[in-house]
């Protein structure tokens, strides 16, 4: 017979083993030892993206083909939400290129959010999740919504893992995946691992500007990239590969209005960032419309006529928001270019069915 300190010896030694092997927690249904399933994913990195991605995965995060697979259901299913009704998906439709094409995005009730949906694309290479930067990680942001009011509306985070639980397809793809049943951090993992999968590029930008090929765009379209690089400051902000910086600007948006969104001064409480948001990236841009934190433009054109007239004046814009004084034709030009930043890879088809 085993005494306690004995046994306490057991239990020290298998949970310092390495790997996925662990006791079941107390949320879990108890389980014999058990080892993950574990396939590597391979990402399929399109032409024109950093393919040197182990510094954008979490190492407490692997990617498996098994854990995407589950996020992806996660993210489809609209029962994580408190009355059924609204999934990841309701506000990142993949045929949108994953936004939802209205200003705001709605919630349960019919409720509207205080900002327009940003694309989940490329995500994998960001920092800082959300317009204002709040959520540090993509495990973090898909927390985000699902106890959000506006959003997906569970009271709280116990409730949303019990609602799982109750579904025995759940629990049994969470035991596959985790050793446990569902758990608020293995929601996150899961649906975090499945956007880190959504990527764009291969556009006919890349194929011109990095692949040599002439034909790839059109004249306009290189006029554009000229605007785009000199004229038009715009690698300023949208620079590198994935065409963002990453960084949070004031372009006066909201300062023409009664009270401002004051963006990631909300998070770092600091003078210098009042006013600033994430600057997106620009791939499949012309397919995510409408545009800026509160979807006020409609169109490109819109846009780029905002930032030619220099944003709006206000105390804290940014010092690289400057009137252009383009011509109409480096205007349409420069339009032409960004839609030549439409690309391939993020097409994703959702589930058939969800676990039972």
């Known amino acids: 017979m085993l005494n306690r300190l004995t046994l306490g010896c057991i239990l020290a030694a298998v949970l310092s083993l390495p790997g996925e092997t662990r006791i079941p927690t107390a949320s879990a249904e108890p389980l014999a030892a058990c080892t993950a399933v574990s396939t590597p994913y391979q990402l399929k990195i399109p032409f024109g993206l950093e393919d040197d991605v182990k510094q954008y995965l979490p190492a407490d995060n692997p990617l498996t083909v098994e854990k995407v697979e589950l996020g992806k259901l996660l ?24 936004t939802d094409g209205t200003k705001l995005s709605m919630g349960i009730g019919n409720q ?3 900002r327009n949906s940003m694309t989940v694309i490329n995500r994998l290479y960001g920092r800082a999740q959300l317009w204002h930067g709040k959520m540090a990680t993509l495990e973090d942001q898909a927390k985000n919504p699902l106890t959000k009011a506006v959003r997906m509306g569970m009271p709280t985070a116990d409730e949303e893992v019990a609602k799982l639980n109750a ?5 049994e793809r969470f035991q596959k995946v985790f050793c446990t049943n569902a758990t608020m951090d293995g929601i996150a993992k899961a649906i975090a691992a499945f956007e880190r999968t959504i990527l764009s590029g291969n556009s006919p930008a890349d194929r011109f500007d990095m692949g040599g090929e002439d034909t790839a765009i059109s004249e306009s379209a290189k006029r554009g990239l000229a605007v785009f690089q000199g ?8 620079s590198g590969f994935n065409f963002s910086d990453e960084e949070f600007h004031n372009l006066g948006i909201d300062w023409d209005r009664n009270s401002a969104d004051l963006g990631r001064y909300s998070v770092e409480r600091h003078p210098g960032t009042v006013g600033g948001f994430k600057t997106p990236t620009l791939r499949e841009i012309a397919r995510t419309a409408p545009y800026m934190h509160d979807g006020r433009f409609a169109t490109l054109e819109e846009v780029v006529e905002f930032y030619d ?12 928001i400057i009137p252009l004084r383009l011509t109409a034709q480096e ?26």
């Open 167 to 171: 579904i025995k397809g759940y629990r």
């Open 112 to 114: 509207l959010s205080s």
């Open 231 to 238: 004229k038009g400051r715009c690698t300023r902000c949208h």
């Open 75 to 98: 993210f489809f299913d609209s029962r994580l939400s408190r009355d059924n009704t609204i999934s990841c998906a309701s506000c990142h439709k993949p045929e949108l290129a994953w």
């Open 331 to 356: 205007k349409k030009d420069l339009v032409e270019y960004m839609r030549a930043l439409n690309g391939d890879g993020w097409q994703v088809a959702g589930p058939t069915e969800f676990p039972q």
């Open 309 to 320: 007239q220099g944003g709006i004046t206000n105390p804290h814009l940014s010092n690289l």
